[in-house]
Each structure stands twice: as structure tokens, then as C-alpha cells.
């Protein structure tokens, strides 16, 4: 099978970056399904494992963590799919990736995908969306349902792939969306995604906020630098506030006052820890995926997906972590086709 690969971690620019290779269809276990991919889009997760590094892989190693395709094999102990199922998935970081002509991956990950959508619109959602429905409803103490009723969320990088999906799912459970974004596009995209709010992350958000009249706000999501918006965010969370995390510090951070003297729980998220670590609620996650395509089919979210490139290969695959890397990227980039 056809499949985008590396060997060597190498800055993106470098043609060897990632590169086209055949390898061997993978062979699937009693809890897996086989999946033709149709569709892949890219995260900062890519980016980051591809970084340069001296390792050196004897084997290529296939990245992609976000699919949609059609199963065409299940395995024996494997119910709820068949061959001919049109699917969607964010894979487990553990096991060979999604830029590739087909997969094995674990039916227990994975959900058919909206009908409203096609395959590149659905390939843009998995990962973000099971990142943000975790941190708001999993780890936070909020209920997808009107747990957000009467309270107000600070979105902190509201235009990446998770702020699109956070916000819509922070209105659908009630609370009041401020959004950040720094550019008048970025700042657009928000509000369409539906913040009520939009300020600028370059500018003091204490200041911004004082101005649309909140003194405080009762939780935040940063998805951006996490040192760098502590300090102001320990002031900002009201007390027995709540703030979500996806970023590992760059610096050592105090977790004292202000987090303590007021209450703040502090939330991290990993989407990858059910499948890594093969949890008891695994199944979670296909379960998510299937609640929000039923939200999608009812018109209640919308998809993600910005801009897609074709076909997928090792130079398109390349330009998509390139486009990432350079921090200008809204929604969710799509790689399409073989």
C-alpha cells in the first residue's frame, strides 16, 4: 500500500522530511478494524513528533492521527461495524498512523462518521473534538447538557482546530464564549464558530475583559502557551473556578496563590491517554465521536475543515505540517485521495 513515511526527523523544508514509500498492508487484531483511508488531516501533534531530533527510525515510521475511510475487514471479537462502513477516527499514538492507504486501529476508537459530511469534513473533527469534549465534560465538572448555563469560558486560541470545536460545544452547554484571536479573519472565525466574545490575546485580557464587564470569568481553556497566560489567568478565574490545559510548560509554573487561596481546579488533557494507556473507559471516545455526528446530522455543530489539499502524499503532507508550523493555519487543514 501506498503510504507517507519517515525515517530521519528533519526540518520540514528538508524533501526527506517525509517521504512517499510502499509498505505492507497492516494486519488486524480481534478488536481491530481494517480502514481504507480516504481522508487525514494534520495537528500539532504531527508537527511535534516529526520535529528534528538524531533519531533515527530502522523502520518507516508512518504518522497521522486523524482518519476517515471505509472499513473493509473487522476483527473477531469486533461488533457494531461492518465492511462497506464509512468511518472516522482519531487513532492511538502508539501504533503506525493515518497517512496511509489503509489502517488497523481499534474499533473501540472509532465512530461511522456524519452523513452530513464527506470524508475530508469528517477527517478534519476527530481529534480536536474529542480533545475538547474531554477537557470541558471529562475532566472539568461541566455537563454537555446546560452544565455551562449561568456561567462564562475564556477560550484561549479560539481560531486552532480545538478553540473551533471548544467554542461550539461551550454554547451548546450554556456558557457565555469569549473567545481570543489576534487577527480580523481569526477574530471572524470565532464568531461564526459562535463566540458571543472575541479579544485579542496580544493585548491584556483583564483589561479587555473589565471592558465587556466581566470582572471575572468562572473557567477558561487555554490552548495556547500555557506560562505565559498563567499568572494573568490565576486573577482572572473566579473562585472555585475551573481552568483546562493542553500545553506542556515551557517553565516551572506556580500552582500556590492565586490557584489556591481561590479554589481553581486545574484540568489537564490528553487525548491520547485512554488508548495509550488502554484504560476501562476507552470506549469512550468511539462513543463521543458517535454523539457529536448525531450533533452534526441535527444541525446542532458544524464542521471544521478550511481548507483541504489533494492527493494525499509526502509532498502535500509536507506543505499541510509547513502551513502548522507557521501559526497562521484556521480551522482545520485536510488532506484528501490517493
Known amino acids: ?191 461564526a464558530m459562535g463566540a458571543q466574545h472575541v479579544i485579542d490575546h496580544r493585548q491584556s485580557l483583564t483589561a479587555q475583559l473589565k471592558a465587556l464587564g466581566f470582572e471575572h470569568v468562572d473557567a477558561a481553556i487555554n490552548l495556547a502557551d500555557t506560562v505565559h497566560y498563567w499568572t494573568e489567568l490565576g486573577e482572572l478565574l473566579a473562585p472555585q473556578g475551573h481552568v483546562g490545559l493542553i500545553v506542556e510548560p515551557t517553565s516551572p509554573v506556580h500552582i500556590g496563590d492565586p490557584y489556591k487561596v481561590k479554589c481553581i481546579g486545574i484540568h489537564w488533557e490528553m487525548m491520547f491517554a485512554r488508548p495509550r494507556f488502554k484504560t476501562p473507559d476507552m470506549a469512550e471516545q468511539g462513543r463521543l465521536l458517535a454523539r457529536v455526528a448525531a450533533l452534526i446530522d441535527e444541525g446542532e455543530l458544524r464542521g471544521i475543515q478550511r481548507e483541504t489539499l489533494g492527493p494525499i502524499n509526502a509532498e502535500n503532507l509536507r506543505e499541510a505540517h509547513r502551513r502548522l508550523e507557521s501559526g497562521s493555519t484556521i480551522g482545520k487543514l485536510v488532506v484528501a485521495g490517493w
Not at 25 to 51: H, M
Not at 161 to 178: C, D, E, H, M, W
Open 1 to 191: 500500500m501506498k503510504a507517507v513515511a519517515l525515517t530521519r526527523y528533519l526540518p520540514i523544508d528538508d524533501p526527506q522530511a517525509l517521504v512517499d514509500v510502499e509498505l505492507p498492508t497492516p494486519q488486524i487484531g480481534a478488536y481491530d478494524l481494517l480502514v481504507r483511508v480516504e481522508a487525514v488531516s494534520v495537528n500539532p501533534v504531527d508537527t511535534k513528533l516529526r520535529s528534528p531530533k538524531p533519531n533515527v527510525e530502522t523502520q518507516p515510521r508512518v504518522l497521522g492521527f486523524d482518519a476517515a475511510g471505509t472499513v473493509e475487514a473487522v476483527g473477531a471479537e469486533v461488533s457494531g461495524f461492518k465492511p462497506g462502513d464509512e468511518v472516522y477516527y482519531a487513532g492511538d499514538v502508539t501504533r503506525p498512523g493515518s497517512n496511509a492507504q489503509h489502517q488497523a486501529v481499534d474499533a473501540r476508537l472509532v465512530a461511522h462518521r456524519p452523513h452530513r459530511l464527506d470524508a475530508a469534513a469528517s477527517a478534519a473533527l476527530p481529534l480536536v473534538t474529542i480533545t475538547a469534549w474531554e477537557l470541558l465534560f471529562h475532566r472539568m465538572p461541566y455537563s454537555p447538557e446546560h452544565g455551562g448555563d449561568g456561567k462564562s469560558l475564556l477560550v484561549i486560541a479560539g481560531a486552532g482546530g480545538v478553540g473551533s470545536i471548544a467554542i461550539q460545544l461551550a454554547r451548546r452547554a450554556g456558557f457565555t464564549v469569549i473567545a481570543t484571536a489576534s487577527r480580523p479573519e481569526t477574530q471572524a472565525w470565532c464568531r
